[in-house]
């Protein structure tokens, strides 16, 4: 009912920057919180961001004032930009969403994921 689909993955160097994006389609009515997550290897899922319909945004602590979460509503879609990137960044970002599809069904969706790799 919902795809989501990421975009940016990338080897940069410490330091780097690195924007990610997220694109949804499917039988989508609304959108109402997307997110970003990220598993580094041996590690659980955690949170990076999320923010809501209205642009309210919300960090874990290690990405706070480097990663910038953004949505454009009318595209569907999310970004997540990256900057002053660290190599305990290196994961696999995942992107997020909830949504309300066309059958009324309230639907929590995930990407694939893609490789963010943080070395020099």
């Known amino acids: 009912q919902v795809q989501l689909v990421e975009s940016g993955a990338g080897l940069v160097q410490p330091g780097g920057s690195l924007r990610l994006s997220c694109a949804a389609s499917g039988n989508i009515v609304s959108i109402t919180t997307m997110g970003w997550y990220r598993q580094a290897p041996g590690k659980e899922r955690e949170l990076v961001a999320t923010?809501?319909?209205?642009?309210?945004?919300d960090y874990v602590d290690s990405a706070k004032g480097r990663f910038t979460i953004s949505r454009d509503s009318a595209k569907n879609m999310v970004f997540l930009q990256m900057m002053s990137l660290k190599p305990e960044d290196t994961a696999v970002y995942y992107c997020?969403?909830?949504?309300?599809?066309?059958?009324?069904?309230?639907?929590?969706?995930w990407g694939k994921g893609i490789l963010v790799t943080v070395s020099s």
């Open positions: 923010i809501t319909r209205s642009g309210s945004t």
């Open positions: 997020n969403a909830n949504a309300y599809v066309s059958n009324g069904w309230f639907m929590n969706a």
